[in-house]
T-cell receptor
């Protein structure tokens, strides 16, 4: 069966520090991969999605970037974090076509 | 992108059926309706999805009206662990042609003992 892993589960970082969140999927090949952010008390916002290695699309302009160095690995990064980057970051995967997305357990990021 | 409208909150007694409504009057012919739920501090959990026929799985049933403008998620025997925010989503296309989930505010379902 397919599984998705995100780490770390929680992270506290100072303003201006770099960020790297990792997401990996097991049990499937060539998945679509997604990064979402959920601000406190709000819905999920799609940040990035990828349909293949090295293929990244951004949904909203922001201080973050994403990369997909391997088929089942998706990384969310920032060179310098802002206070507004705080939130709950979720990685998801789906098969091709009208298939449901499956989410990881998320990373709760707090910026001080 | 089709929008969805859900009641902000609902209550249900443990052991009874929970019926969660969703309006999606602007849905287009090739858009699916997806249901997810999110328990506090966890990632959303996929429940069920459908196009125009009613669907059932081990978690829930999905009833879609014939005109597809609304749907109802049914949890046949709600338990305390079903307390969560339930999201009804119509799958929208991203700018690049892939598909994204647009989450609204959902329905906060509270199952009471």
């Amino acid at each position: 069966s397919q599984t998705i892993h995100q780490w770390p589960a929680t992270l506290v970082q100072p303003v201006g520090s770099p960020l790297s969140l990792e997401c990996t999927v097991e049990g499937t090949s060539n998945p679509n991969l997604y990064w979402y952010r959920q601000a406190a008390g709000r819905g999920l916002q799609l940040l990035f999605y990828s349909v293949g290695i090295g293929q990244i699309s951004s949904e909203v302009p922001q201080n973050l970037s994403a990369s997909r160095p391997q088929d089942r690995q998706f990384i969310l990064s920032s060179k310098k974090l802002l206070l507004s980057d705080s939130g709950f970051y979720l990685c998801a995967w789906s098969s091709q076509g009208a298939q449901p997305q499956h989410f990881g357990d998320g990373t709760r990021l707090s910026i001080l | 992108d089709a929008k969805t409208t859900q009641p902000p909150s609902m209550d249900c007694a443990e052991g009874r059926a929970a019926n969660l409504p969703c309006n999606h009057s602007t849905i287009s012919g090739n858009e699916y309706v997806y249901w997810y739920r999110q328990i506090h501090s966890q990632g959303p959990q996929y429940i069920i999805h459908g196009l125009k026929n009613n669907e059932t799985n081990e978690m829930a049933s999905l009833i879609i009206t014939e005109d597809r403008k609304s749907s109802t998620l049914i949890l046949p025997h709600a338990t305390l662990r079903d307390t969560a925010v339930y999201y009804c989503i119509v799958r929208a296309r991203t700018q690049g042609g892939s598909e994204k989930l647009v989450f609204g505010k959902g329905t906060k379902l509270t199952v009471n003992p």
